[in-house]
């Protein structure tokens, strides 16, 4: 028999549990831009709009491929449904993204 952990509220705030448990989503997308200048700018464009929904994101990416993780910029906030949907809403706006695959929440630091 087994004897499960318990934690307290500090220590679920400090290990990001319960009710401190981020969450966040990934994403991934084909990006059809030629120019250093046009990645440049799409770049930008992208930070931007991720800034002004109070997100974070980790991108990574090579051969017109995105990878990335979304998340709040908040120390204990969650990337939201709603953020996700304008995410995704953001995405399918750029004619030069193709591919478009966006998760679902999932808990940020316990997967």
Known sequence: MSKATVHNRRQ???LHLGEFAVQGFDLSCQVALK????LDTFFKSLAAFIHSQQLLIWADGDAGQLSAYVTSDQRYGSASNDNRKAVVAWLESKPELSEISVGE???TYYG
């Open 35 to 38: 120019t250093e200048a046009e």
């Open 12 to 14: 679920q705030k400090k």
């Open 105 to 107: 929440l999932v808990d």
